[in-house]
């Protein structure tokens, strides 16, 4: 069952579509841009990328400890900072309704998530995912995390996320 919006944190792909028009997409906008910026001010106040073999005096560089503990969270915050749509569910029927990135975690590889790039059926989503995935691997790397894009079983690509290695 799909879970309504709560707050202005992230949005994970699995919900259902933002409502409104052009207003509440800026409105939209300006809540990410706060909350990405309060996610950086955590790292520079933790300092986390600036500690023995991080290899940089930069304290935005690593992700910080509440990051790592909230990877969905971070994962998604950081990709719509980055301007990259998230996908959505219809609340009644449980169908995607809009293309866009999808965040969740590895179910037997704790301190892990995927990002997958999904839509509705039919609509295309499969022939943009090379290039997504790519730019949402891209987007994650500058933030410090270990993104790969991988091939599944079934033919799709998706990212998979991790922490930096220490020293790396």
Do not use: K
């Not at 990328?49 to 990877?71: H, K, L, Q, S």
């Amino acid at each position: 069952m799909p879970r309504p919006i709560v707050g202005p944190m992230y949005d994970d792909g699995d919900g259902p579509p933002r409502p409104g028009g052009e207003r509440e997409a800026r409105a939209r906008a300006a809540e990410v841009r706060v909350a990405f910026e309060g996610m950086l001010q955590i790292r520079r106040l933790t300092g986390t990328g600036t500690g023995t073999g991080t290899g940089t005096a930069d304290p935005e560089a690593v992700p910080a400890p509440w990051e790592r503990g909230r990877m969905v969270r971070a994962v998604a915050l950081a990709l719509e900072a980055a301007g990259i749509a998230p996908s959505a569910v219809d609340a009644d029927s449980g169908r995607r309704v809009a293309t866009g990135y999808r965040v969740a975690g590895v179910p037997d590889e704790p301190g892990t998530v995927s990002v997958e790039w999904l839509g509705p059926h039919g609509g295309g989503a499969a022939g943009e995912e090379e290039g997504a995935l790519a730019d949402c691997a891209r987007v994650l790397r500058r933030l410090g995390w270990d993104a790969l894009v991988y091939r599944g079983r079934n033919r799709r690509r998706f990212v998979e996320v991790r922490p930096p290695h220490p020293g790396c």
